[in-house]
């Protein structure tokens, strides 16, 4: 079992733009829920604003998986 600081690092890849658009679909799904609870959309607007919150988290569901699957890249000194 890997450990927490392993796991951390195979999450953690800021030169792979995988990582950044992982991250920016977290923060828009959660964006996207906030302004869903603070302004209370008329009931078609929320429909399709929680189908694309859900739809976001998926992908970065998914973006996670394929991180934590690839690895942390291989980084050679020369």
Known sequence: MP???EA???LWQPRRGLFWLMLVLQLLSSGIVLFLQ???PPDGLRLVLSLMAFIDALLAWWFTL?????GAPVTTTS
């Open 3 to 5: 450990s927490i600081a």
């Open 8 to 10: 951390f690092r195979r």
């Open 38 to 40: 603070i302004a209370d």
């Open 66 to 70: 394929r991180l934590w699957r690839d």
